[in-house]
């Protein structure tokens, strides 16, 4: 008999608050703003954090308008992924034409363009059909792609 060995492949992931971590998997947040870089490009799982500091938020304008309850909001969990197409220095945004585009007054109010800090371009936001209990940790960490499965839409 023949032994099989499984090999599971671990993915990036990235814990936000909610409600940003909702934003992004909805596709109306398309920057993530940090005040450090990662080298990864390409699929990030999105992990909606355990913290509810964003709750001051959600009740505002624009976050209203695309969450209209944030006790239902699913926190302690992988919720969907995008793709970083890029990491740029908020400095050098501005004069990328491409991008001022993405800079519409909803995406200024859902991040942080300070100076010293980076955009994380990110595209093909999913939402995942149901959320995935995990623990998340700070920076950009990886998570076993075998829990996935059933997970997206």
Same mark, same amino acid.
């Given at each position: *008999?023949? @032994? =099989?060995?499984?090999? =599971?492949? #671990? *993915?990036?992931?990235?814990?936000? /608050?909610?409600?940003? #971590?909702?934003?992004?998997? *909805?596709?109306?947040?398309?920057?993530?703003? $940090? %005040?450090?870089?990662?080298?990864?490009?390409g699929t990030?799982?999105?992990?909606?954090?355990?913290?509810? #500091?964003?709750?001051? &938020?959600?009740?505002?304008?624009? &976050?209203? !308008?695309?969450?209209?309850? =944030? @006790? !239902?909001?699913? &926190?302690?969990? +992988?919720?969907?992924?995008?793709?970083?197409?890029?990491?740029?220095? +908020?400095?050098?945004?501005?004069?990328?034409?491409? /991008?001022? %585009?993405? /800079?519409? *007054?909803e995406e200024?109010? =859902?991040?942080?363009?300070? !100076?010293?800090?980076?955009?994380?371009?990110?595209?093909?936001?999913?939402? &995942?059909? !149901?959320?995935?209990? #995990? $623990?998340?940790? /700070? %920076?950009?960490?990886?998570?076993?792609?075998?829990?996935? $499965?059933?997970?997206?839409?």
């Amino acid at each position: *008999m023949e @032994k =099989f060995i499984p090999i =599971f492949i #671990a *993915m990036k992931a990235i814990s936000l /608050l909610q409600p940003w #971590a909702a934003l992004v998997v *909805m596709g109306v947040k398309k920057i993530e703003t $940090r %005040n450090w870089a990662t080298k990864h490009r390409g699929t990030i799982l999105i992990h909606a954090s355990q913290g509810k #500091a964003g709750s001051i &938020f959600a009740s505002e304008p624009p &976050f209203k !308008k695309y969450i209209p309850d =944030f @006790k !239902k909001l699913p &926190f302690g969990a +992988i919720i969907g992924e995008a793709t970083i197409t890029d990491v740029i220095r +908020i400095e050098d945004l501005e004069m990328q034409d491409e /991008l001022i %585009n993405y /800079l519409t *007054m909803e995406e200024k109010a =859902f991040g942080n363009y300070t !100076k010293g800090r980076y955009a994380w371009i990110l595209e093909d936001h999913k939402q &995942f059909y !149901k959320p995935i209990p #995990a $623990r998340g940790t /700070l %920076n950009v960490w990886e998570y076993p792609d075998e829990n996935l $499965r059933d997970a997206v839409r």
